[in-house]
């Protein structure tokens, strides 16, 4: 083995070596003797040529046949991929604040901070001088005192008049209430009185009524008296006809009676209800012999027969009998009258008609004495309707008087509300002015003690004690509790880049410890450089993971995964291979083994003689099949593969695609190693 020129070369490449350089040396002595030797040097080139490219480039092809099989190897794993973009950038405070204050015109009393001094939120940092501020806020004070005093009074005056139209609306409505009563007493009062006179009129009006009745019987009977035929008192066919026809009137009175008790609810008629008479009407003699059944009916009443709840069917019974009792009396006055007639052989016509005359008379004067009473208890009635009519006006009067007052006392506490009210909203405006102004003084007092606003590193000073602060950045600080990272993604990476994308994190400061982050923000605009052509834009990354070593605006390597699959089947990216027809394949090992002949150049320096020589003779040739495979996630080293068939461990060709090159690489360096 020779190494020249830092190339190691076996005794093959050797012998090709000294080969050039004896073709060197023959075409300098040609050149010298050129004319003289040129027939015999071409003769002896052909020959030497010929026996030393047969013995030197027999090996060398049995190389160059080995490096065309050239491959290598792989199995397919399982691994996690993921695709990145890749940029730098740097450390920054999550958060940073320039701390001022409103006051301006004050001087700077006393600072109490340095740069670099560690500061909690609400820490004081500054303080400016306050006293002219407090000065004023005392004079304020006593201001808003008075106008609060004066506003208190009207309040209080406001509420006390409210006070008193309350309890006088109390006060009205008891009495109001007091007042109803009466009348509505006074109402049921007349009602009473209205009602006994309505009954006694009734009765009156009654008993007048029967006082009539008589006067008609009495008036019948003297007709009947006249209307005798002769002195032996037979009677007329007129006084029969009256007796046959009042008993026909009877009967059918109890027959429409029966006739509706036959039509009440079965279950209100008494189950012993009595039992109705009737006359016998087929002649005067039979009905005179029937007059005992007046008697028998006589005291029947409506609640002998319905037992139920209803009055309507009581009344209508009660007044049914009624008409049964009326046309009893005219059977019993037209049966007097036939009896009178029969017993009046003992009388002359004269006697009856004078007797009838006088009982006429009687009953006349007995009707006018009961009109005369029916008229004066109607006029008494009368005066009693008009009575309870003059007490329900009455109290129609006291209601709509009680409604008049309670709507004025209404008004009055509205009124007296609304005054209240006036005063409260009176009372608050009262001090607003006065308020505001202490408002405003007490901030600019708050502002001339100076805090932090948020914890951190104070970073920058920009006033000194004894200035008068005109307004600005008083100090800054920066929020070191949390870090961020500050990177510029080039415009053809920033189309993957979204908010919440994992980040990892290295920095110079850190080492080879990788930290955690998170994309937080992107940046609307890009930010463009003046002079140059190109364009990034600001992403923002949240450090999740803690580190007391980190330091602003330290440089950070971050790689952003774009995309990541764990456990994913994948080779090398190499391994994947494109056919004629385009579709991409894997090459699975069946049998056989590849071997890479071109170590043989590249790590010959590593080998023994032997290695290099097991190496060169030996069998390269392999059996392998085919797989269409389709990708899915692409990394920067390995892709994912999707095929039928494919598992975990199987073996993959990879052509070794650089293996004329290793051979041009070998030509070119013997040749420039010529001269040596």
Do not use: W
């Not at 008891?174 to 009348?183: G, W």
């Not at 009677?235 to 026809?245: L, T, Y």
């Not at 008379?361 to 208890?377: G, R």
Request: aromatic fraction near 4%.
């Amino acid at each position: 083995m020779i190494k020249c020129a830092g190339i190691v070369l076996t005794d093959s490449y050797v012998e090709g070596r000294d080969y050039v350089q004896a073709m060197k040396k023959v075409l300098g002595f040609l050149k010298k003797y050129k004319k003289l030797v040129i027939l015999f040097a071409v003769i002896a080139l052909i020959v030497v040529l010929g026996i030393y490219i047969k013995n030197a480039l027999s090996k060398s092809q049995q190389l160059l046949e080995g490096m065309q099989n050239a491959a290598t190897t792989e199995e397919i794993e399982a691994r996690d991929i993921s695709k990145t973009i890749t940029a730098t950038g740097k450390i920054v405070a999550v958060e940073q604040r320039n701390v001022s204050t409103k006051v301006t015109g004050v001087d700077v009393k006393e600072i109490k901070v340095s740069v670099g001094d560690t500061v909690a939120a609400g820490d004081v940092i500054c303080v400016l001088d306050s006293e002219e501020y407090e000065q004023q806020l005392a004079e304020a004070q006593v201001g808003l005192n008075a106008d609060a005093g004066r506003a208190g009074i009207d309040v209080q005056a406001s509420n006390r008049n409210l006070n008193d139209a309350l309890t006088s609306r109390d006060i009205d409505a008891k009495r109001a209430e007091e007042d109803k009563k009466t009348a509505y007493n006074h109402i049921n009062q007349a009602a009473e009185e209205c009602e006994e006179a309505e009954d006694d009129y009734e009765t009156a009006k009654n008993a007048a009524q029967s006082a009539k009745d008589a006067v008609d019987n009495a008036q019948a009977e003297l007709d009947r008296a006249n209307s005798m035929s002769g002195a032996n008192g037979t009677p007329s066919d007129d006084v029969k006809k009256a007796v046959i026809d009042s008993a026909k009137s009877y009967n059918s009175t109890v027959d429409s009676i029966d006739s509706y008790i036959s039509s009440l609810p079965a279950a209100d008629v008494s189950a012993t209800k009595p039992t109705f008479e009737k006359f016998n009407d087929e002649d005067e003699e039979k009905a005179l012999g029937s007059a005992n059944c007046i008697s028998a009916n006589a005291g029947i009443v409506a609640t002998d027969i319905y037992t139920g709840t209803d009055g309507t069917y009581r009344e209508e019974l009660t007044a049914r009998l009624g008409d049964l009792t009326v046309k009893a009396q005219g059977f019993e006055q037209a049966s007097s009258a036939y009896s009178a007639a029969l017993t009046a052989n003992a009388q002359n016509k004269e006697q009856y008609v004078a007797a009838a005359q006088a009982k006429l008379a009687q009953a006349k004067a007995n009707y006018e004495s009961a009109k005369a009473k029916e008229d004066s208890l109607e006029s008494i009635y009368d005066s009693k309707i008009s009575a309870v009519e003059s007490q329900i006006e009455a109290y129609d009067r006291t209601i709509r008087s009680i409604e008049d007052l309670k709507r004025s006392d209404d008004m009055a506490v509205a009124s007296r509300s609304d005054a209240v009210k006036n005063s409260n909203l009176s009372a608050s405006t009262a001090t607003i002015g006065d308020k505001r102004t202490i408002r405003q003084i007490e901030d600019q007092l708050d502002g001339c003690t100076v805090t932090a606003t948020i914890g951190g590193i104070v970073t920058a000073i920009n006033v000194l004690e004894g200035d008068v602060y005109a307004g600005g950045t008083i100090v800054t600080i920066e929020d070191t509790s949390k870090y961020e990272i500050e990177a510029e993604i080039d415009e053809y990476d920033i189309a993957g880049v979204r908010v919440g994308q994992e980040v990892k994190v290295k920095t110079n400061g850190t080492g080879t410890l990788e930290m955690q982050g998170e994309v937080k923000e992107i940046a609307p605009h890009a930010t463009i450089v003046t002079g140059s052509n190109s364009v990034t834009y600001k992403v923002t990354i949240s450090l999740l993971t803690p580190n007391e070593d980190l330091k602003l605006d330290m440089t950070a390597k971050v790689e952003i995964i774009k995309d990541k699959k764990d456990g994913a089947l994948s080779v090398s990216n190499e391994a994947i291979q494109t056919g004629e027809d385009g579709k991409l394949f894997v090459e699975i090992l069946d049998s056989g083994k590849p071997v890479d002949k071109s170590k043989l150049i590249t790590e010959a320096q590593n080998m023994s003689k032997e290695e290099q020589e097991e190496l060169l003779n030996a069998d390269t040739s392999y059996e392998s099949h085919n797989v269409f495979i389709t990708k899915g996630i692409e990394g920067d080293y390995y892709t994912e593969i999707i095929g039928e068939g494919l598992e975990a461990g199987m073996e993959i060709v990879i052509p070794k695609a650089d293996a004329f090159s290793d051979i041009e690489l070998y030509i070119e360096q013997s040749g420039a190693a010529g001269g040596m």
